[in-house]
């Protein structure tokens, strides 16, 4: 059975760090993209940030281009977002994905991505 489990969330105050971590298990990911997305109360799912397998090809958002950093390791099957100069409007379940495919490009859409963990809660206040 394939899991994703992410850790790492938390309450921290505004420009505070976090660091999400997201542990595989039940088969390998490290020939296959990952990617890091959230949903505030009210709101849809959005892109955060995407690995390819290999770790060559990384993509952000905008919103957190600067701030934010993805990497894996894939001889620990783990995925992470460092998280820094956090703001308010950052407060959402952070969601880690997984393709299914090996050798994939990293990708933006959500709709690629065929494993998901729980979500884990990233709250900043200000």
């Known amino acids: 059975q394939v899991q994703l489990v992410e850790s790492g969330g938390g309450l921290v105050q505004a420009g505070g760090s976090l660091r999400l971590s997201c542990a595989a298990s039940?088969?390998?990911?490290?020939?296959?993209?990952m990617g890091w997305f959230r949903q505030a109360p009210g709101k849809e799912r959005e892109f955060v940030s995407a690995i390819s397998w290999n770790g060559y090809y990384i993509y952000y958002a905008d919103s957190v281009k600067g701030r934010f950093t993805i990497s894996r390791d894939n001889a620990k099957n783990t995925v992470y977002l460092q998280m820094n100069s956090l703001k308010p409007e950052d407060t959402a379940v952070y969601y880690c994905?997984?393709?299914?495919?090996?050798?994939?490009?990293?990708?933006?859409?959500?709709?690629?991505?065929?494993?998901w963990g729980q979500g884990t809660q990233v709250t900043v206040s200000s």
């Open positions: 039940g088969r390998t990911f490290s020939r296959s993209a």
């Open positions: 994905a997984a393709d299914s495919r090996n050798w994939s490009p990293a990708r933006r859409d959500g709709r690629e991505y065929d494993y």
